[in-house]
C-alpha cells in the first residue's frame, strides 16, 4: 500500500462548487503539506502543518483553507472553486526528526474547475 | 525574481548521453539541496540530497552543490529511456522546501 495517498485522484467541478480533496499518510510523519503544481511554476506551497494543532499558510493560500484531523489526515478545500484553480494538486509528508526535512509526496489529484 | 531558477525545457538527448540539469538560488541561508524526480502523472520522488558544497554520486547520478556561485547541477551519466522524467531542484530553508520549476527531460532510444 502507497504510505501517503490522495482521494479523489481525478474530480471534475464547476466554478462556485465547494470541494475537498483529502490526504492519508502511514508513515507516522508529523508535517503535512498541500501543493500545486502548474506548467512552467513548479511546486507552490498552499499550506502547511506541522502537527494536530498547527496550521500555517503557504505563499498561496488565497481561496484555500485546510484541515488537520488527525496526525495521519490533512483535507485541502476550496471554498467556492473558480477556473484559475484548475491544477494537479499534491499532499506531502516529511519526518521533523530528520534535519534535511526530506519531503514524500502523494501521486496527486487532478482537478478541473468548469 | 524567483528564489530558485530551473530552465524548464524541454531538454532532449540520445540514449548513453550525459545530462546536465542545473538550478540557480539566490538565498544563501539554504542548506540542503535536493533533487525530485516526477514521472509523468505521479508524485515527486526523492533522487539525491546533498548538504552544504560539495559532490556526491550515486550511481550514474552525480549532484554537485557551489555554495559560493549559487549554483547546483545534476549529472546523469549513460542516460536511459527510463530516466525520461521532469527534475526538480529543491532546497531547504525557513522549514519548508522552494522547488524550482522542474526540468522536462527525454532520453531517446
Known amino acids: 500500500d502507497a504510505d501517503v495517498t490522495q482521494t479523489p485522484r481525478n474530480r471534475i467541478t464547476k466554478t462556485g462548487k465547494r470541494i475537498m480533496l483529502e490526504c492519508s499518510q502511514t508513515k507516522g510523519h508529523d508535517r503535512m503539506y498541500w501543493y500545486r503544481q502548474d506548467p512552467g511554476l513548479g511546486l507552490q506551497l498552499i499550506y502547511y502543518?506541522?502537527?494536530?494543532?498547527?496550521?500555517n499558510k503557504g505563499e498561496i493560500s488565497d481561496g484555500y483553507s485546510v484541515s488537520r484531523q488527525a496526525q495521519a489526515k490533512f483535507s485541502l478545500s476550496l471554498e467556492s472553486a473558480i477556473p484559475n484553480q484548475t491544477a494537479l494538486y499534491f499532499c506531502?509528508?516529511?519526518?521533523?526528526?530528520?534535519?534535511?526535512?526530506?519531503?514524500?509526496f502523494g501521486p496527486g489529484t487532478r482537478l478541473l474547475v468548469l | 525574481q524567483k528564489e530558485v531558477e530551473q530552465d524548464p525545457g524541454p531538454l532532449s538527448v540520445p540514449e548513453g548521453a550525459i545530462v546536465s540539469l542545473n538550478c540557480t538560488y539566490s538565498n544563501s541561508a539554504f542548506q540542503y539541496f535536493m533533487w525530485y524526480r516526477q514521472y509523468s502523472r505521479k508524485g515527486p520522488e526523492l533522487l539525491m540530497y546533498t548538504y552544504s558544497s560539495g559532490n556526491k554520486e550515486d550511481g550514474r547520478f552525480t549532484a554537485q552543490v557551489d555554495k559560493s556561485s549559487k549554483y547546483i547541477s545534476l549529472f546523469i551519466r549513460d542516460s536511459q529511456p527510463s530516466d525520461s522524467a521532469t527534475y526538480l531542484c529543491a532546497m531547504s530553508g525557513y522549514n519548508k522546501l522552494i522547488f524550482g520549476a522542474g526540468t522536462r527531460l527525454a532520453v531517446h532510444p
Open positions: 502543518s506541522f502537527d494536530v494543532k498547527d496550521i
Open positions: 506531502a509528508t516529511s519526518d521533523a526528526r530528520k534535519e534535511q526535512e526530506t519531503q514524500y
